[in-house]
């Protein structure tokens, strides 16, 4: 099984550039998240989802997009990239309930600068 | 607002000592979860426990040990007989019922185990 699979795992962009970074997993879990990673600061959650055509905005929503059209695929986009967006993104996907509720599994992670 | 504190920023210790991280949590529910994830250099994040509120039971696996404190609001981690490996980033997270996917984490815990 792959798990959850993040691309892409660098990428730099210039300030008020947007892009994609792309979310699957193979597992079929109900609940995706995306995170955000920053020093000091731990795990900030950015926007989640528990089924397809269901999302929600999570403690820093702020300068992303999300959608959710199949089970698998949960991308964040960015609309206007900023410098304040560096930081490393992990993706994660769970059971959304049972015994197993919030034992993510994560991607690799991708780092993005903001240049 | 759910929160959770990981007062110790950084912990360095000699191979075969033991180490405890402290995590202390706020929450108004009564039911909740608490987690705690392991990040190695290589940076992905590992789920290590899962602990509802309503399990006060320590939990031993392996070189690791779980105290669950309702009393204190705290659920601290020990690594005995630590080892090169043990050396991460030691995250603690919580979920509140009714969410219990959407996980908040503490800032972490960087462990250095020198040999």
């Known amino acids: 099984n792959a798990g959850v699979t993040q691309t892409p795992k660098f990428q730099v962009l210039k300030t008020g550039q947007s892009m994609t970074l792309q979310c699957a997993q193979d597992?079929?879990?109900?609940?995706m998240s995306w995170y955000r990673q920053d020093p000091g600061m731990g795990l900030r959650l950015i926007h989640y989802?528990?089924?397809?055509?269901?999302?929600d905005q999570g403690e820093v929503p702020n300068g992303y997009n999300v959608s959710r059209s199949t089970t698998e695929d949960f991308p964040l986009r960015l609309l206007s990239a900023a410098p304040s967006q560096t930081s490393v993104y992990f993706c994660?996907?769970?059971?959304?309930?049972?015994?197993?509720?919030?034992?993510?599994?994560f991607g690799e992670g991708s780092r993005l600068t903001v240049l | 607002a759910q929160k959770v504190t990981q007062a110790q920023t950084e912990i360095s210790v000699v191979e075969k000592e033991d180490v405890t991280l402290d995590c202390v949590y706020e929450?108004?529910?009564?039911?909740?979860?608490l987690f705690w994830y392991k990040q190695p250099p290589s940076g992905e994040l590992v789920f290590l426990i899962r602990?509802?509120?309503?399990?006060?039971q320590n939990e031993i696996s392996g070189r690791y040990s779980w105290n669950f404190q309702k009393s204190t609001s705290s659920f601290n981690f020990t690594i005995t007989a630590s080892q090169v490996v043990d050396s991460a980033v030691y995250f603690c997270?919580?979920?509140?019922?009714?969410?219990?996917?959407?996980?908040?984490f503490g800032a972490g815990t960087t462990v250095t185990v020198r040999a």
């Open positions: 994660a996907s769970s059971y959304s309930s049972g015994a197993r509720t919030g034992e993510l599994f």
């Open positions: 597992m079929n879990h109900e609940y």
């Open positions: 989802s528990v089924g397809a055509g269901i999302t």
């Open positions: 929450t108004r529910d009564t039911t909740y979860y």
């Open positions: 602990r509802n509120s309503f399990d006060e």
């Open positions: 997270a919580l979920s509140e019922a009714g969410n219990d996917y959407k996980l908040s």
